[in-house]
């Protein structure tokens, strides 16, 4: 997982729906919450790690996953549209919009680089993962997120973000769901809880190249 070094409006994969679960004031203290097998985003080292946990399956429940080891190559940096097809995550309602800026490097086996453009978000030492054949691609990878409240506590949020979709001939991404799912929380963070997720359906147009040229897989401190 790569840190994208600017900020972006990611109301889609994380600033608006979980920095807006933070910042209000709750009735519940500073807690640590991690899920069930006590998960971390750094602990997602191979795609059975993402597979074997309960919230990517719930997550993958509900939306498509692409098997195969023939991906397309997904690489470039991608604005994306959509609407909220299912959420638990507090302040969030099915049919809200979406948005996103994200970045795919080019794959090396399995192993991809993600950038999730985002200030808040620190990377956990998680590595990232594509599968899929022709067309399509299903992509996972897992990062924490450190924001401030009001307070000036703060809450850590481990989450995996699951991509899958269709890569058209002009580099859009179609049928595009992104699922996201909270596997530990750390601090004083509100009404949020392990295993929250949200999903939405979108589209994404190809707005500029890969990763500045990280090397796949790599997983900068």
Known sequence: MKIAPR???LAMLLAAPLSGGCRRHHHRSSVIIPNSSGT??????????????PTVQFLLSHMPRHRGDTPPDAEGEYDSEGLIVRR?????????????DFCFGSAAGSLIEV??????????GAA??????????????????VQTQDDGTTC???????????????????DLFIGQGIVGLIGNCGDLLAG??????????????SCDGADPGSQPQ
């Open 40 to 53: 971390v985003a750094g602990d997602f080292q191979s795609i059975a790690d993402y597979l074997a946990d």
């Open 7 to 9: 900020a972006a409006i």
């Open 88 to 100: 638990t995550i507090p302040g969030t309602r099915v049919g809200d919009p979406v948005i996103g």
């Open 115 to 124: 950038t999730i453009q985002d200030v808040t978000v620190v990377d956990a």
């Open 128 to 145: 990232s993962f594509i599968e899929g054949s022709g067309d399509a691609f299903t992509i996972y990878t897992a990062f924490k997120s």
């Open 156 to 174: 850590e949020i481990h989450e995996v973000n699951v991509f899958s979709g269709l890569r058209n001939a002009d580099g859009s991404l179609s």
């Open 196 to 209: 929250d997720i949200q999903i939405s359906e979108n589209i994404a147009d190809r707005v500029g190249a």
